[in-house]
């Protein structure tokens, strides 16, 4: 672990002293951790996720949600993923999906996250194994522009499944919109409701995101991570694909995202994560989510458009006024 960077006042990164990631890692398992009968629920690994599939109960899992490295020379704390040959990322890609199949139970999801460069081998390897569903595009926004290319600005998610029983709640993934020109039958509002912060409908969830914006320094998930997934991103994947008490399974665990949406929204998560760094960051977040287990951009059970923020804030706030009352 490096110095602690020296942050403006409003900057609302999350991050670790010496003595948080020695008392957080403390919180970490090994992989001795598993027995074949069933599968304990809320832990995080401190291993390389190929060292532990084989440790893993069979049939145990109800979601897999895999952020894999992208075939890019990236520093993750302490170690460095080397750019490879198509080829051979394609037997990486291949590796781990062989790995994990035996621990998904027959009606479990997978989501695996991936670049524009990566979608192209994944979504190849993975229609091999699993039924592919969809591809989810997503515009992430960020990124550094490029002279002689367009700017990365989106990626993708695959999403698949093990067979054609699994879990959708599309309801619970509803996006609200404003309504520009409503409609209405005798004068009431035709699939819209009328609102004092405005008109709004609440509509089917579409493979194609922008209304996600990954963390940024002001956001309070944010963490030092390179490639840290937004918390809303995350959401929409526990909600529409596990129900309450599932197991939500990453083997790429990074600064914990899959593990804290999965205790925010009642699921149970198990995570492994090789960075000593990361184990204790997503340890800290977890600690963070007992006491606040808000996800920006998602509230009274649906997600908001962008630029929505202050309307999502009165929403919050009636629901814990309406709470306390009870």
Not at 41 to 53: E, K, R, Y
Not at 56 to 84: E, G, R
Not at 108 to 133: H, R
Request: charge should be positive; proline fraction near 4%; glycine fraction near 4%.
């Amino acid at each position: 672990m490096g110095e602690v960077k020296e942050r403006a006042e409003r900057n609302r990164t999350i991050f670790l002293t010496k003595e948080q990631e020695d008392k957080y890692l403390n919180l970490c398992f090994d992989k001795n951790i598993f027995s074949k009968e069933s599968i304990p629920s809320d832990l995080i690994i401190w291993d390389d996720c190929f060292n532990v599939f084989t440790k893993m109960p069979l049939n145990s899992v109800d979601l897999l949600i895999v952020d894999p490295p992208y075939n890019l020379a990236k520093t993750y704390s302490t170690s460095t993923f080397q750019k490879m040959n198509t080829a051979d990322y394609e037997v990486f890609t291949r590796s781990w999906i062989q790995s994990v199949l035996p621990i998904l139970k027959k009606t479990a999801s997978v989501y695996v996250c991936c670049d524009w460069n990566t979608s192209l081998i994944i979504g190849k390897v993975l229609g091999e194994y699993l039924t592919i569903q969809n591809r989810i595009t997503w515009q992430r926004e960020k990124g550094r522009g490029a002279s002689h290319n367009w700017k990365n600005g989106m990626e993708d998610i695959w999403f698949a499944t093990v067979s054609g029983k699994f879990t959708f709640n599309v309801d619970a993934v509803k996006q609200r919109r404003k309504v520009i020109a409503p409609y209405r039958i005798n004068g009431k509002p035709k699939d819209w409701e009328e609102t004092e912060n405005g008109n709004f409908r609440d509509t089917y969830p579409s493979n194609f995101w922008d209304d996600i914006s990954i963390p940024y320094w002001s956001m309070p998930e944010n963490t030092d991570h390179p490639t840290q997934k937004p918390e809303k991103l995350i959401a929409k994947l526990v909600l529409a694909s596990s129900n309450l008490g599932d197991v939500v399974f990453d083997p790429f665990l990074g600064s914990g995202t899959s593990a804290v949406v999965a205790k925010k929204l009642g699921r149970r998560y198990l995570g492994i994560e090789r960075e000593r760094e990361y184990c204790a960051l997503a340890q800290k977040r977890l600690a963070m989510a007992e006491i606040n287990t808000d996800i920006q951009g998602y509230s009274s059970g649906v997600f908001w458009e962008r630029n929505t923020l202050s309307l999502q804030r009165q929403s919050q706030n009636k629901e814990k006024q309406s709470t306390s009352r009870k």
